[in-house]
């Protein structure tokens, strides 16, 4: 898809696009989405107290999302051979700013670690390096520092011709939310609406032990999606929290 049909798909998002012109553009391919019900209690610890949890019929959510992120570049420049591709996890909750829902990351890893480096300065995100390795039907990654692993091997299925209320609330989040020493930093996106397909797992090992009770037992809903072209604006001016 052309970069003026994602811009011009916009039916499905529920704010207008960011004022402006995007800044990167990226794709994130070949998505592993696992959700998990979780306590708004101890979710509220992690999250910090200027953001709202979002819920969904009064239950709050945590997923773990494993995918390839491919083809990163800022916009009218090439991507870049060895930096511009690398696997990805990030684990992040719901979350409301005044009326615009998003997520918040309680971790992200990547398994590149030059372009571990250069995200974290460029988009002032958290990103660590993990190990990581993926074939087809599988991915593993793992970090000795916080003693993370993470090992998942499944088919992908159907398509989801019918998205659930659920379905649509958990994938489709236009909105970036990370704390700074200060208040919040807010970064906005858009693509596409998200193509999702069922996930037959086959095997799942999840060990995080600081996130030990969310990512507790099998996952209550679960997707798997071949991907989505990106458009990314640049950070809105931190929003001071007093």
Known sequence: MIIKDILNSTWHRPWPLSEGSWRFYQEWNRAIFLHWMVDIEELRKLVPDSLEIDVHEGKAWVSLVAFSMENIRPKNLPAVPGISFF?????????KYGTKAGVYFLSIEAGNPVSTKIS???????????????EEGLFRS??????DAFNIRFSSGSNVSAKSPLDLWLTERYALYQEKSNGLSQFEIHHVEWP??????????????RFSSLL?????MQHYSKGVQVLAWSKQVDMVIR
């Open 87 to 95: 696997d990805e996890i990030n684990i992040r909750t719901y979350v």
């Open 120 to 134: 974290k300065v460029v988009s002032g995100l958290p990103y660590r390096y993990s190990k990581m390795s993926r």
């Open 142 to 147: 793992s970090n000795a520092k916080y003693n």
């Open 196 to 209: 999702v397909a069922n996930i037959d797992i086959k095997e799942l090992n999840i060990d995080y032990p």
């Open 216 to 220: 507790s037992g099998d996952p209550e």
